[in-house]
């Protein structure tokens, strides 16, 4: 029977904590607090309550002062909580510090994003990629789960010594598990490396669709190709790169390859887990950035899609800017003034607007072909 490790149970009702530090603006801190609303509201939680938390000092033990510690604390009891989500890291010592504190379970953004992947992994390379992020965030965190760590295991006195504690064999497992799921990862990123080698024999250009988390990614790739790609109003609805066929006005083909959506703070764990999945955006001929044009941290959005693809060595790459959802925009004159060389784009609608955003960016992308 295949052995399984569980990060923490789903729980029900959150308290939410943002944390404003720094010079970090009010607005700044509101927008953050309301991605990890969405966050929460992706793995259907019941958000009891949201608050800010103004740090003047990181503190070792909470990483705030005892007594907001002790506040939250109080809060999170008469609210009927569950567990308490905040908008940052948190050290193992932290988490096992409130855990005691509170009585309840305690997670960071890291793992928040962590168990909304596990959730949407469906394909065996998400799944395995997921499993390696999952372990690696857990290793540190094990001790927090036993209290009595004197327990034994194996050994005998005057034959072995004493042998293991629960804690030092569960760690040792984990290290295994960790080292055999990378080793069947690599092996399934050597097969990604073939099937692109296949497509650059094939001599198709690539267009790699990134960009933010619920920008509409999928949307848009289903609305240019009929792809027929899982498309949901949630963070991180795809996980699978999906490829598909695209004609050209002058008769010509281009691949689309739709990619993992970016977000503020990835976990690092993820980003190396999914470090060849999202690296296909890496060997494109052509970068589709699609931005929802209706929210209203659009530019917080471009920059961080930016930061990941340096993060990852991605530039000098031609970049198309996509504004979809632009039929959710009161002021769309002021929006395009602000980004004029971006296609004004609408994927779920099929009226005269949206057919014409189809056929611009069709030939944006010819256009650049040319000059390649």
Known sequence: MKEQVCIEASAKKALLVGIREGRMSSQKAQ??????????LTLELEILSMEIVNLRENQPRYGMGSGKAEELSEKAKALGADCIIFDRDITPSQQRNWENLTGISVLDR?????QIFASRARTREAVLQINLAELTHALPRLQHKYINLARQRGGSYGTRGEGETRLE????RLEQRINRL????????????????????????????VGYTNAGKSSVLNSLTGAGVLAENKLF???????????????????LVDTVGFIQRLPHSLVNAFRSTMEEAKYADILINVLDASDEDI??????TALVLRDLGI???PMIMVLNKIDRVENEEELLNNYPDAVPFCAVEKNGKAMRGQKELREMIERILWKL
């Open 299 to 304: 530019a917080s959005h471009l920059e961080t």
């Open 237 to 255: 609805a795809t996980l699978d790169p999906v490829s598909r066929r695209l004609g050209l006005p002058g008769g010509g083909l281009v691949l």
């Open 110 to 114: 890291q793992e928040l994003i962590i």
């Open 31 to 40: 927008s953050m607090l309301k991605e990890l609303e969405g966050l929460a």
């Open 169 to 172: 064999t569960d760690r040792r």
């Open 182 to 209: 990378e080793k069947e990862l690599e092996k399934v990123i050597q097969q990604r490396q073939v099937q692109r080698r296949q497509r650059e024999r094939q001599n198709v250009p690539v267009c790699a669709i």
């Open 315 to 317: 530039k000098d790459v």
